[in-house]
């Protein structure tokens, strides 16, 4: 088999939902920061993971996705890339399919030999020019995206969402190789997460992982080596943690409605004050003593 050189290539990820949530000052700094990336390393061939395309508030900024995405496809810093594949997957209406995951891959003029799979023919072809898919994606033959089942875990009552993965697969310089943009579950509620340790939370994160390498690994294509990157919504063991964080305070749970649903969680120092040390609720987290996560990077955690 031939030898060829060291081939530079950048694989970025990026939750881009604020962007599009705040439209405008956060979007030129992303913007900045990625080309600076790009002119840094100097890759010949660039892969960008997108999670949460268009934001929370989607059916509204999808008119935007599209402008975004080609305002990089041929912006002034990507003009020696004169290839490219681009899949968003923008089709909100089609809800049991969507996503709201977007791909771009690059290829610099002065690479040669590549080629994308087409996973319906099920053999490689040459990349050439731009090809932009925007929609559903079901039309586009060289990406296989999927969206976590409505009846995934049907036993455990977590709210469906737009959670799920999308593959690519590439041969440069005569090697094969998946790319895969993955958004997992996040952590739904603070106060859940807290119950049991891993939370139930981590569990499922875990079998939705699980759930991506089989599928990438079962018989309908020849398995290759992949490279998996997107947004894992990695949390940190929410019960360990406020149990280091909290190890001297006393408790007190405030419960709301007829079924006595916990709503807040407050912990306080034992002694005389009574000072708060940490308050929890589904969407706040909030510890009183912030230094502790700064100095020293966080050590202290580390050693409990």
């Known amino acids: 088999m031939a030898s060829y050189p060291y081939l530079n290539v950048l694989l970025v990820t990026a939750n881009v939902g604020s962007l599009f949530d705040n439209l405008g000052e956060i979007e030129r700094d992303w913007l900045r920061e990625f080309y600076k990336t790009v002119h840094r390393h100097q890759p010949r061939f660039i892969a960008l993971h997108c999670q949460e395309v268009g934001g929370k508030d989607y059916e509204l900024n999808m008119d935007h996705v599209e402008m975004f995405f080609r305002n990089i496809l041929f912006s002034e810093e990507m003009k020696d890339f004169d290839r490219a594949c681009v899949y968003v997957d923008k089709d909100f209406k089609i809800k049991n399919n969507f996503t709201a995951l977007g791909s771009m891959y690059f290829i610099h003029k002065s690479l040669k030999q590549i080629y994308h799979y087409d996973f319906k023919v099920k053999e490689f072809?040459?990349?050439?020019?731009?090809?932009?898919?925007?929609?559903?994606?079901?039309?586009?033959?060289?990406?296989?995206?999927?969206?976590?089942?409505?009846?995934?875990?049907?036993?455990?009552?977590?709210?469906?969402?737009?959670?799920?993965?999308?593959?690519?697969?590439?041969?440069?310089?005569?090697?094969?190789?998946?790319?895969?943009?993955?958004?997992?579950?996040?952590?739904?509620?603070?106060?859940?997460?807290?119950?049991?340790?891993?939370?139930?939370?981590?569990?499922?994160?875990?079998?939705?992982?699980?759930?991506?390498?089989?599928?990438?690994?079962?018989?309908?294509?020849?398995?290759?080596?992949?490279?998996?990157?997107?947004?894992?919504?990695?949390?940190?063991?929410?019960?360990?943690?406020?149990?280091?964080?909290?190890?001297?305070?006393?408790i007190k749970t405030v419960k709301k409605g007829t079924n006595n649903e916990e709503e807040k969680m407050i912990y306080k120092e034992k002694d005389s004050d009574h000072k708060l040390v940490l308050r929890i609720e589904k969407k706040v987290f909030e510890y009183q003593h912030q230094a502790a996560f700064r100095e020293e990077n966080g050590k202290a955690f580390f050693e409990v």
């Open 125 to 250: 072809k040459a990349v050439s020019g731009r090809n932009i898919h925007l929609g559903s994606l079901d039309s586009a033959a060289t990406v296989e995206k999927e969206r976590f089942s409505k009846n995934f875990w049907p036993d455990v009552g977590f709210k469906w969402s737009r959670k799920g993965y999308m593959r690519t697969r590439w041969i440069i310089h005569n090697r094969g190789f998946d790319l895969v943009n993955v958004h997992l579950f996040h952590d739904a509620s603070n106060i859940v997460a807290c119950r049991t340790s891993p939370s139930v939370y981590s569990g499922n994160r875990e079998k939705a992982f699980r759930y991506i390498i089989n599928r990438l690994s079962d018989n309908r294509y020849t398995p290759l080596p992949f490279f998996m990157f997107g947004d894992f919504n990695f949390r940190l063991d929410t019960r360990s943690l406020v149990q280091a964080l909290c190890s001297s305070a006393e």
